[in-house]
């Protein structure tokens, strides 16, 4: 098992469309991220989980909401999105808290999300 | 607030010269430092920290880097560059006490052969 798995790894869908990108962790972490990726740009924290409680939105649109059923998942839930959203997104996981406080992120491969 | 430069789009190098990647960043204490490495559709590897100590850090497939406080940077080095690390590289910062990574633009690094 690798650290961080997200599936799916390719999605296309419409823009009325309900999907969900989903986040598994292994490394025993606390902390959850998702990140979007798009081209030329740098990468953009969306929303940090902390002992499943969300801690961090980044002024994300509503369109894409979030949900961290236990410290091992964690899910993007996609509805009526935009062109413009299409873009990698990434998770990530780490250990935060005293002791293992070093912030190295561990990320999966990534979802490429294409909306048409 | 924290923020991370990477000054080059862009460095070219011929396979076995030295490559270097400029970072330089903005925190408002003391910083941890970070290098990874991204291959074409696929997620961030992890490739080198700066916690503490010696400021000479050494991290995966011969990579190393050099936190200079005074200059506030922290630049990615390798002696002798391969066709296989092109590849797009980030710097990212945090600060202490703040579990967020803030990361650069990135750095796409062509080795040719």
């Known amino acids: 098992e690798t650290g961080v798995t997200q599936t799916p790894r390719h999605l296309v869908m419409g823009m009325t469309n309900k999907k969900s990108l989903k986040c598994e962790q292994h490394?025993?972490?606390?902390?959850m991220y998702w990140y979007k990726q798009s081209a030329k740009k740098p990468l953009e924290l969306m929303f940090v989980?902390?002992?499943?409680?969300?801690?961090e939105n980044n002024s994300v649109p509503s369109r894409f909401s979030p949900e961290c059923p236990n410290s091992s998942h964690l899910f993007l839930h996609l509805h009526t999105l935009q062109p413009e959203d299409s873009a990698l997104y990434l998770c990530?996981?780490?250990?935060?808290?005293?002791?293992?406080?070093?912030?190295?992120?561990?990320f999966g491969e990534g979802s490429r999300l294409t909306v048409l | 607030a924290q923020s991370v430069a990477q000054p080059e789009d862009q460095v070219n190098v011929a396979e076995g010269n030295p490559l270097t990647v400029k970072c330089t960043y903005s925190?408002?204490?003391?910083?941890?430092l970070f290098w990874y490495v991204q291959y074409p559709n696929r997620g961030l590897q992890f490739l080198l920290k700066?916690?503490?100590?010696?400021?000479l850090v050494k991290g995966s497939y011969g990579f190393e880097a050099e936190f200079n406080k005074s200059q506030t940077s922290f630049h990615l080095k390798k002696p002798s560059a391969l066709v296989s690390d092109s590849a797009l590289y980030f710097c990212?910062?945090?600060?202490?006490?703040?579990?967020?990574?803030?990361f650069g633009a990135g750095t796409t690094v062509t080795v040719r052969a």
């Open positions: 990530a996981s780490s250990q935060v808290g005293a002791g293992a406080d070093t912030g190295e992120l561990f």
């Open positions: 490394l025993g972490h606390n902390a």
């Open positions: 989980y902390n002992f499943k409680e969300q801690t």
């Open positions: 925190v408002s204490g003391n910083p941890y």
């Open positions: 700066y916690i503490t100590g010696d400021n």
């Open positions: 990212a910062v945090r600060e202490r006490g703040d579990y967020k990574l803030s």
